[in-house]
């Protein structure tokens, strides 16, 4: 998987995790280091609306391998 980055926009559905059963396009603020399980991370960001503006700030625990560009995820 490419390395997440501050300003990258992915969109998250429900392989990153279940609770985006309806999708949403995410824009990174920061990857966190925290410990979690592994192939598990933290991100904050804001949730960007159609028009692509911030409706919402949001920190996300999300699998790397249901984000865009992972290996699995394509």
Same mark, same amino acid.
């Given at each position: 998987?490419?390395? !997440?980055? $501050? %300003?990258?926009? #992915?969109?998250?559905?429900? /392989? $990153?995790?279940?609770?985006?059963?309806?999708?949403?396009?995410?824009?990174?603020? +920061? #990857?966190?280091?925290?410990?979690?399980?592994? &192939?598990?991370?933290?991100?904050? %960001?804001?949730?960007?609306? /159609?028009? %692509?503006? /911030? @409706?919402?700030? +949001?920190? @996300?625990? #999300?699998?790397? $391998? &249901? !984000?865009? &560009?992972? $290996?699995? /995820?394509?």
């Amino acid at each position: 998987m490419t390395t !997440l980055k $501050a %300003g990258d926009l #992915v969109h998250l559905t429900r /392989a $990153a995790s279940v609770q985006f059963g309806t999708p949403i396009t995410f824009r990174v603020i +920061r #990857v966190l280091d925290w410990i979690t399980y592994d &192939g598990w991370v933290w991100l904050n %960001g804001y949730e960007l609306n /159609a028009k %692509g503006d /911030a @409706v919402a700030r +949001r920190s @996300v625990f #999300v699998q790397r $391998a &249901g !984000l865009p &560009g992972s $290996a699995s /995820a394509r």
